[in-house]
Protein backbone atom coordinates (compact mmCIF):
# COMPACT_ATOMS: atom_id res chain seq x y z
CA UNK A 1 0.00 0.00 0.00
CA UNK A 2 1.18 3.51 -0.96
CA UNK A 3 0.42 7.02 0.23
CA UNK A 4 0.34 9.57 -2.73
CA UNK A 5 -0.50 12.99 -2.33
CA UNK A 6 -3.19 14.68 -4.25
CA UNK A 7 -5.01 17.85 -4.85
CA UNK A 8 -8.43 18.90 -6.28
CA UNK A 9 -8.35 21.27 -9.39
CA UNK A 10 -11.92 22.02 -9.40
CA UNK A 11 -12.72 19.66 -11.89
CA UNK A 12 -11.10 16.14 -11.09
CA UNK A 13 -8.60 14.96 -8.17
CA UNK A 14 -4.40 15.06 -9.75
CA UNK A 15 -2.31 13.03 -8.31
CA UNK A 16 1.08 15.38 -7.39
CA UNK A 17 3.73 12.48 -8.36
CA UNK A 18 3.37 10.32 -11.47
CA UNK A 19 2.35 6.56 -10.41
CA UNK A 20 2.22 3.79 -12.43
CA UNK A 21 -0.68 1.95 -12.39
CA UNK A 22 -1.72 -1.14 -14.23
CA UNK A 23 -5.55 -0.45 -15.46
CA UNK A 24 -8.39 -1.00 -13.05
CA UNK A 25 -5.94 -0.99 -9.74
CA UNK A 26 -8.48 0.03 -6.99
CA UNK A 27 -7.99 3.23 -5.02
CA UNK A 28 -9.26 4.83 -2.50
CA UNK A 29 -10.04 8.72 -2.28
CA UNK A 30 -9.72 9.92 1.43
CA UNK A 31 -11.02 13.41 1.75
CA UNK A 32 -10.17 15.30 5.46
CA UNK A 33 -12.32 17.59 6.62
CA UNK A 34 -9.54 20.28 7.75
CA UNK A 35 -6.23 20.09 7.27
CA UNK A 36 -5.67 19.05 11.31
CA UNK A 37 -7.75 15.76 10.16
CA UNK A 38 -5.12 15.59 7.45
CA UNK A 39 -1.99 15.75 9.79
CA UNK A 40 -3.40 13.54 12.17
CA UNK A 41 -4.58 10.39 10.10
CA UNK A 42 -1.16 11.12 8.28
CA UNK A 43 0.10 10.93 12.12
CA UNK A 44 -2.00 7.52 12.94
CA UNK A 45 -0.97 6.23 9.78
CA UNK A 46 2.41 6.13 10.75
CA UNK A 47 2.10 5.19 13.99
CA UNK A 48 0.41 2.15 12.84
CA UNK A 49 3.73 1.52 10.76
CA UNK A 50 5.99 1.44 13.51
CA UNK A 51 5.41 -2.50 14.92
CA UNK A 52 6.21 -3.54 10.85
CA UNK A 53 9.16 -0.76 10.34
CA UNK A 54 10.88 -2.15 13.89
CA UNK A 55 10.21 -6.52 12.59
CA UNK A 56 11.90 -5.17 9.04
CA UNK A 57 14.37 -3.56 10.56
CA UNK A 58 15.29 -5.60 13.95
CA UNK A 59 17.33 -8.68 12.92
CA UNK A 60 20.61 -9.45 12.91
CA UNK A 61 22.24 -8.58 8.98
CA UNK A 62 21.60 -5.46 9.46
CA UNK A 63 23.25 -5.27 12.75
CA UNK A 64 26.39 -3.62 11.22
CA UNK A 65 24.20 -0.46 10.85
CA UNK A 66 23.38 -0.47 14.97
CA UNK A 67 27.11 0.23 14.71
CA UNK A 68 27.26 3.55 12.97
Keep these: MRHISAHYDGEKVVLDEPV ?7 VEVVIPDSQED ?5 TDVSHA ?7 IWNN ?9
Design 20 to 26: SLSANTP
Design 60 to 68: SRDAEYDKL
Design 49 to 55: SLPSLAR
Design 38 to 42: LMALK
